[in-house]
């Protein structure tokens, strides 16, 4: 699943709101590309609880998510991550 980042019911800049998914979506299949490196690094073989688990060790450096209020955050590192992709986006 890909995180919504960007949620209003007021107007909003599609090519802004495209340049964000684009760049939401590249940071999210770097975490991907970053989990399935440390899992290739395991000597024996890694269920899915335990893939799980790196995933969440590996994303909760770029961002946190609040399931009852239905929401994420980015960290400071994850904010830095997105506005790199957004600056080469231009």
């Known amino acids: 699943r890909n995180p919504m980042i960007i949620s209003t019911a007021v107007y909003q800049n ?18 991907q590309e ?9 000597r024996a073989p890694v269920d899915a609880k335990g893939r799980s688990e790196i995933e969440k060790r590996v994303k ?12 994420v955050t980015l960290t400071p590192l994850g904010l830095q991550e997105l506005f790199a992709r ?5």
Not at 14 to 31: G, I, K
């Open 86 to 90: 957004l600056a080469g986006a231009r």
């Open 14 to 31: 599609e090519d802004v709101v495209r340049m964000v998914d684009t760049a939401v979506r590249s940071l999210w299949q770097e975490l």
């Open 60 to 71: 909760k450096f770029y961002y946190t998510v609040d399931e009852k209020a239905r929401s």
């Open 34 to 42: 970053r989990v399935d490196e440390v899992v290739g690094g395991y």
